[in-house]
């Protein structure tokens, strides 16, 4: 599957990374993270407004700026009351943060309030290993193996979570697959792993529409549906 992006944004120029300190607000999110340590939005993680983000997404992920607009003034709202809202927020467990992480520790009981907002080694290091490059498929089967290790422990996924879950991987993908559908793997431990964007935005090559975006969303959600089917 390829990216089929769209347009190609002005810049490729990104802000130089700062790293968070002491009082800074992060969350389990690495693409939120990066833009705070980027400093597209405050680097503190705190006081940001939705129109901040909104934009912030757009101008360096290439998501269109509705599909944006759609992603972070209810989540704002919701999480917060307002239109403002600090990373922090994203934190509170249950909320738009769930289990299943791709790369985030589980919160240890489920009725702990705060998820970690850290890397998770073991985690990261079952997603990256030694490749050098990774496909949507790949992906998917982190997704699915994430599953797993909820059930075992008597957890799941469900309704606006699971879908949730499976955008992160159609997410991770358009932001970062080459045109022949493959992932770097030092870009995506840069992010996942460290919070930060490389060299080059993913804008610069990259405009998503709101339909492109949902029907990545769509077809990674029938590959998770069609690899539990065969197990």
């Known amino acids: 599957m390829s990216t089929n992006a769209l347009d190609v944004q002005g810049t490729s120029t990104r802000n130089a990374y700062f790293p968070p300190q002491f009082d800074d607000a992060r969350s389990p999110c690495p ?12 680097h503190s993680g705190k006081n940001i407004s939705s129109w901040q983000l909104c934009n912030s997404i757009n101008k360096v992920y290439g998501l269109s700026w509705w599909y ?10 919701w ?3 307002g239109l403002t809202c600090s990373l922090n927020d994203l934190r509170k467990h249950n909320g738009i943060e769930h289990d ?8 240890a009981e489920p009725t702990d309030k705060f ?15 030694d490749a050098t490059e990774l496909s949507l498929d790949d992906l998917v089967a982190i997704r699915v193996a994430r ?12 309704g606006f ?41 993913p804008s610069a090559t990259r405009f998503h529409s709101v339909a492109h975006i949902r029907k990545t969303v769509d077809v990674v959600t029938q590959k998770v549906a069609a690899a539990k089917k065969t197990q």
Request: glycine share 6%.
């Open 147 to 158: 599953n797993e290790e909820l059930l075992r422990s008597g957890r799941t996924l469900k």
């Open 68 to 77: 944006s607009a759609l992603l972070t003034f209810p989540a704002t709202f």
């Open 31 to 42: 693409a939120l993270n990066a833009l705070a340590n980027h400093s597209y939005i405050p």
């Open 161 to 201: 979570h699971n879908r949730f879950a499976n955008g992160e991987v159609a997410f991770t993908f358009l932001t970062w697959a080459n045109p022949d559908g493959k992932m770097p793997v030092s870009k995506l431990r840069m992010w996942f792993g460290e919070d930060r964007l490389p060299d080059e935005l």
């Open 79 to 81: 999480l917060s009351s």
């Open 115 to 129: 998820a970690p907002t850290a890397p998770d080694q073991t985690k990261l290091n079952q997603i990256l290993g």
């Open 100 to 107: 299943g992480s791709l790369t985030r520790a589980d919160v």
